[in-house]
C-alpha cells in the first residue's frame, strides 16, 4: 500500500495493481468506503481487472488507512477532489471508475466534475434516496462516533454540517442533481441494488434518465454472477480509449 498527502493536508491510502488503461475503484462501505471491502463483494475487481488494467483502489479519507481534517464545509466535492488528486499523482489523465454503494454517487460526482477524464462509469448497486434518510444520518454517525475522540476540536456543529452536506437536501443521488443524469454522455454500466441503502428505483431512474447507460439486474449468484462478471469487464474494454 502506498500514501499521498493532498493539499488540504489528507493522507490518501491507495494500492495499484497490473498495467494499462487506469481503473479506479471507489469501494463500499458508505463513510468507511475502503479497499478491504472488496474482499466481500460478490467478486473482487481487483482480482478481476489487474490482468488488463492498471487498477487503482483507495481508502477514502478517515476510512480505512486514510487521514484528513474535518471540517463544517465538507461533503461530497471534498472527496472528489481527493480521488482526482490521486489520479493527478499517477499522472493518469483519463481513466474508467467504477464504485459500489457510495461508489456510485462519487462516481456520478467525477464525471460531473471532470467529464473528459472519465471515459466510462460502472455502478454497482448505488446508494440513493427513498424515504431512507434515517439511515443514511445513522450511517454517517456511527462513523463519526468512532472518529470524534481524534478530533476533539471539531464541533458539533461541524460534524452536523458535514452530515447535512452528505445526506441532506432532495437530491435522489445526493452527489448530482437528476438534470446531470439526463445530460450525461458518459457510458455508464449499471448492477441494480436491492435493499434499504441501495433501492433498485435509484438504479433504474439512472438506466431510465442517462442518454447511454446498460442495465443488468441480476448479478449477485450463480451463473448470473459470471455472465455479469464478464459483461463488467467487457464494457471496460470496449470503452477504453
Not at 169 to 191: A, H, K, M, Y
Request: glycine share 8%; hydrophobic share 40%; with cysteine.
Amino acid at each position: 500500500m502506498s500514501e499521498f498527502t493532498t493539499g488540504d493536508g489528507a493522507s490518501i491510502h491507495y494500492e495499484v495493481h497490473g498495467d494499462g488503461f487506469p481503473v479506479l475503484l471507489i469501494a463500499p462501505g458508505g463513510m468507511r468506503s475502503a479497499i478491504s471491502f472488496w474482499s466481500n463483494t460478490p467478486w473482487n475487481p481487483i482480482d478481476d481487472l489487474k490482468d488488463s488494467f492498471k487498477v487503482v483502489a483507495m481508502d477514502q479519507r478517515n476510512a480505512g488507512a486514510s487521514t484528513g481534517p474535518i471540517r463544517a464545509t465538507d461533503g461530497w466535492p471534498t472527496f472528489t477532489a481527493d480521488q482526482l488528486a490521486l489520479m493527478d499523482h499517477l499522472g493518469a489523465q483519463q481513466f474508467h471508475v467504477a464504485g459500489m454503494c457510495i461508489g456510485g454517487p462519487y462516481a456520478l460526482g467525477l464525471i460531473q466534475a471532470a467529464p473528459t477524464r472519465v471515459t466510462s462509469a460502472v455502478l454497482f448497486q448505488t446508494i440513493g434516496r427513498e424515504d431512507n434518510r434515517d439511515v443514511f444520518f445513522q450511517m454517517f454517525d456511527n462513523w463519526a462516533d468512532a472518529l470524534k475522540p481524534d478530533f476533539p476540536d471539531v464541533s458539533a456543529s461541524d460534524w452536523d454540517s458535514f452530515r447535512s452536506n452528505m445526506y441532506g437536501g432532495d437530491r435522489v443521488f445526493f452527489n448530482v442533481d437528476v438534470d446531470f443524469i439526463e445530460s450525461c454522455t458518459t457510458p455508464l454500466l449499471v448492477l441494480c441494488g436491492n435493499d434499504v441503502y441501495h433501492p433498485e428505483s435509484a438504479s433504474r431512474t439512472i438506466v431510465d434518465l442517462a442518454p447511454d447507460a446498460t442495465f443488468i439486474e441480476s448479478w449477485k449468484q450463480g451463473a448470473e454472477r459470471e455472465v455479469a462478471r464478464q459483461a463488467v469487464r467487457q464494457f471496460l474494454l470496449d470503452n477504453t480509449p
